[in-house]
């Protein structure tokens, strides 16, 4: 009752798209039974957590904030809606993102961009962004609304919402949570995200969902041993080697923010860690690889709304081919029309080479600098955002995907590799702003990173 009360005061926000009422109410109603008559099912028993409008949620609306899927209906709960059902969590409500998650400021829904809490105020006509494209998830989570939530993280998703809201953001190891259920933007890099304000609270999150599931084939098959809370309880800092990339200090870096980068680095060299500035070469390209490899992707991801199978359909009779036609144009925001035609173009036989095999090529060698770096250290420290939130004035100046090669430059070469990525706030910036830093480590090393994460909180 009380997040349904932060939710109505917090309206002006346009954190969520839809709130589930009904399911959240008979959900926490059976909570209440149990904690009353049995045991709670699990520590997530009656804790509402909010959930990313591109996962799926049985019965209730998944419109991931296009057009195309705005009366969706999903017949199937996405594994980790269920996982979270099962552990006895109350789904409150499906939050807003950037059309089928394209972006990184949650600008770009046709339910109207979300507005950050950190730095509003009624009386303004302009306000800081949330970040994105989970922006929805992190402003619910920032406001009180919910306990944690689910974002989706393709680039950088949950850790760039993460460091504007001033929360703790998980991107974990690729393969480690199903992706049943999450609508697809780029299948070889898409990983549910976690937003919590706490370190304990994203490991609770992550225990809850993490492990092998049957029907996703790029999911692990080793059994998920459950992180001990709290994760730093052993961790001994001392002779740890940390890398600091010095490619990551792009030229667009706040000052603020590179203070606050060299400030952490030596509170953790007199913790006892080893600080080590390393070299990364390829990290330069991993913005235009990314940029290729997502719109092929994307190119073949959306030729499945056509108007038939899901979703909207255009009232255009003249013959299947102008329905298919009239339905895209309409259904679909001028970005993801964008990626669709230039993923075509590069997947054309004579540009394939040229383009996307080649961004596979470079993916791997930005893929090998991660393995090469993590032969020297255990732990990258590194901004997750080059400043703190920019107002929505300013941010829409720039074109998106202007906009992402720069908000993604510091997440996005984790998603390349797989490699798991948490972003921590640290301070506040000398206009009130959440300043936030990145952690990197090998792939399935999420403990190490949330008790190094949980040394920082
Ligand atoms: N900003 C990037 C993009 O638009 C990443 C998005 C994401 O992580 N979902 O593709």
């Given at each position: 009752d009380a997040c349904m009360k932060r939710i109505e005061k917090t309206k002006?926000?346009?954190?969520?798209?839809?709130?589930?009422e009904k399911l959240a109410k008979e959900q926490s109603e059976k909570s209440s039974i149990r904690y009353k008559t049995q045991k709670p099912?699990?520590?997530?028993?009656g804790i509402p957590i909010a959930i990313k409008d591109n996962f799926c949620t049985k019965d209730v609306r998944t419109s991931c904030g296009s057009m195309m899927l705005q009366n969706f209906i999903p017949p199937y709960n996405a594994t980790v809606c269920q996982k979270l059902i099962d552990a006895g969590?109350?789904?409150?409500g499906k939050t807003n993102l950037d059309e089928f998650a394209?972006?990184?400021?949650?600008?770009?829904?046709i339910f109207g961009a979300t507005k950050n809490?950190?730095?509003?105020?009624?009386?303004?006509?302009d306000f800081h962004i949330p970040g994105g494209s989970s922006g929805g998830s992190a402003v619910a989570v920032a406001t009180g609304s919910c306990f944690g939530a689910f974002g989706s993280d393709t680039g950088g998703s949950t850790r760039n919402p993460a460091s504007y809201c001033g929360l703790v953001g998980l991107k974990p190891t690729?393969?480690?949570?199903?992706?049943?259920?999450?609508?697809?933007?780029?299948n070889s890099m898409d990983v549910p995200g976690i937003l919590t304000r706490t370190v304990d609270d994203c490991v609770y999150m992550l225990n809850a969902t993490a492990g092998p599931d049957?029907?996703?084939?790029?999911?692990?098959?080793m059994p998920y041993s459950p992180i001990r809370?709290?994760?730093?309880?052993?961790?001994?800092?001392?002779?740890v080697k940390i890398g600091?990339?010095?490619?990551?200090?792009?030229?667009?870096?706040?000052d603020e923010v590179l203070e606050t980068w060299n400030e952490v680095a030596a509170l953790l060299e007199n913790a006892g860690a080893i600080i080590k500035q390393v070299s990364m070469p390829h990290t330069e390209l991993s913005i235009v690889c990314y940029s290729i490899l997502n719109q092929c992707e994307v190119a073949s991801n959306m030729a499945?709304?056509?108007?038939?199978?899901y979703g909207f359909r255009a009232t255009?009779?003249?013959s299947t081919e102008q329905m298919y036609a009239k339905t895209r144009s309409l259904g679909f925001n001028s970005v993801v029309k964008h990626r669709i035609l230039t993923g075509n173009y590069f997947l054309l036989n004579r540009n394939y080479e040229k383009y996307f095999e080649k961004a596979l090529k470079v993916r791997r060698l930005i893929s090998n600098d991660f393995d090469n770096v993590f032969e020297e250290v255990q732990i990258l420290l590194t901004p997750?955002?080059?400043?703190t939130a920019p107002l929505f004035s300013d941010y829409i100046k720039k074109s998106n995907s202007e906009q992402c090669s720069q908000q993604d430059f510091c997440t996005q070469p984790a998603n390349m590799a797989g490699i798991p990525a948490l972003s921590i706030p640290i301070k506040l910036s000398r206009n009130g702003l959440p300043l936030s830093l990145q952690l990197m480590s090998k792939n399935f090393s999420e403990a190490t990173l949330l008790a190094f994460g949980k040394f920082l909180e």
């Open positions: 002006p926000l346009n954190m969520f798209i839809t709130i589930s099912k699990s520590v997530m028993d969590a109350v789904l409150i394209m972006g990184s400021g949650t600008v770009d829904s809490i950190w730095g509003y105020k009624d009386d303004l006509d690729y393969g480690l949570i199903s992706r049943l259920g999450l609508i697809p933007l780029v049957p029907k996703d084939s790029t999911c692990v098959s809370i709290p994760p730093a309880a052993n961790l001994s800092i001392k002779n600091i990339p010095k490619e990551y200090a792009s030229e667009y870096l706040e499945r709304y056509d108007g038939v199978q255009e009779n003249s997750t955002t080059l400043t």
